[in-house]
């Protein structure tokens, strides 16, 4: 009888998702290329067994490419409907052993779940749907306590601004909109209204655009800010401290 979840095929160069975190927190693009584990089980190797997540909504297996605050970033195929919890273990848990704050589940584009959801969740689509996210690539981003939401939110913000063509005046002008405000509050010049505004952009962006990188670059924004909002409103009143810093100083 196989063991559940055997390593194999190590050798197989997988290219993992190249989005790193650097030492402030922030959200850095690495461009490193990674060697992969292709993982499976019992499951994948029966193919009679492969739908057994089915009933919840997914068939097969899914390329899932675990990076950011995880021990053993990597591509890692597994049955689709699996608990996160499962999928972080295999990506080698939490690195350094810290708590887990958020996970982008699908991509960088789809809306961000607190941790306490996350940990609830099968990696399936219809789950992540319906908690209000979606499984996408299956390129799940991991983020400890040490993360400071509004510069991760920038990150992915000036990723948009960059790869928007300019053909449609909503995603033209506001991903550059949303890059400039969030790099306002994080300079110390932010106001609150400044977040609700940000709010306001995503949603006139989102559902106005042809392609779908308008939406792309609004699900953040808005799921950030959702389950985030207190982030915001400490770095504003405290002219562009993170609360994650002056928590962790505290704590020193
Ligand atoms: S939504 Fe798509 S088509 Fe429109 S400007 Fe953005 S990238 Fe171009």
Redesign the pocket.
């Known amino acids: 009888m196989r063991p559940q979840l055997i390593s194999i095929l190590v050798a197989n160069l997988l290219v993992a998702s190249p989005l790193a975190f650097a030492e402030d927190g922030d959200l850095q693009w690495s461009g490193s290329v990674t060697a992969g584990a292709r993982y499976v089980d019992d499951k994948v190797d029966d193919p009679s067994k492969l739908n057994e997540y089915r009933e919840l909504g997914s068939g097969g297996t899914g390329i899932f490419s675990v990076s950011g605050h995880v021990e053993k970033p990597g591509n890692y195929e597994l049955p689709l409907g699996l608990p996160f919890p499962e999928l972080l273990a295999v990506a080698g848990g939490m690195r350094g052993g810290r708590k887990l704050k958020a996970v982008i589940p699908g991509g960088s584009s789809c809306p961000v779940v607190p941790a306490e959801k996350m940990m609830t969740l099968t990696m399936d689509f219809d789950t992540v749907k319906a908690a209000g996210s979606g499984l996408g690539t299956c390129a799940t981003i991991v983020m400890d306590e040490t993360t400071c939401m509004v510069k991760t939110l920038r990150r992915l913000a000036r990723f948009y601004h960059a790869?928007?063509?300019?053909?449609?005046t909503p995603?033209?002008e506001g991903t550059g909109w949303l890059h400039r405000v969030l790099t306002r509050i994080i300079d110390g010049n932010g106001t609150k209204a400044d977040i609700d505004m940000l709010v306001d952009v995503a949603n006139k962006i989102e559902g106005h655009?042809?392609?779908a990188?308008?939406d792309a670059a609004a699900w953040p924004v808005q799921s950030f800010i959702k389950h985030f909002r207190h982030e915001f409103e400490y770095m504003v009143e405290h002219k562009g401290r993170s609360i994650v810093d002056d928590l962790e100083s505290q704590a020193a």
């Open positions: 790869e928007s063509c300019g053909q449609c995603c033209r655009t042809i392609c990188l308008g």
